[in-house]
């Protein structure tokens, strides 16, 4: 399979953390919870991890490419606070200020 398609995904929080298995075909990530999420990808899909922060999708199908990566992104988007979440690479959140201290 040539992938001509592909998407990167960055886990930003303290503890989030992403591995793939069997050939790029199951991807194990931790976000925070009491277990694992575990994705199967489709057949069209693979996924890589270059570190263990950075996940890339790739593929021959953009669609497909693009539905699974935002599957993985939907179990921790990004919090509005903090920054904290699953972000596409190219993402840019605007950080809402927190309550502002009585003095």
Known sequence: MEAKF???LKLVGVGFKARS???GRE???KLGYSHEVQFTTPPAVRVFCFKPNIICCTGIDKDRVHQFAG????CK????YKGKGILYFDEVIKLK???KQKK
């Open 27 to 29: 991807l194990f990530l």
């Open 97 to 99: 200020p927190g309550k």
């Open 77 to 80: 988007p990004p919090e509005v």
């Open 6 to 8: 592909f998407r990167f």
């Open 71 to 74: 599957a993985v992104r939907s």
């Open 21 to 23: 298995e069997s050939q």
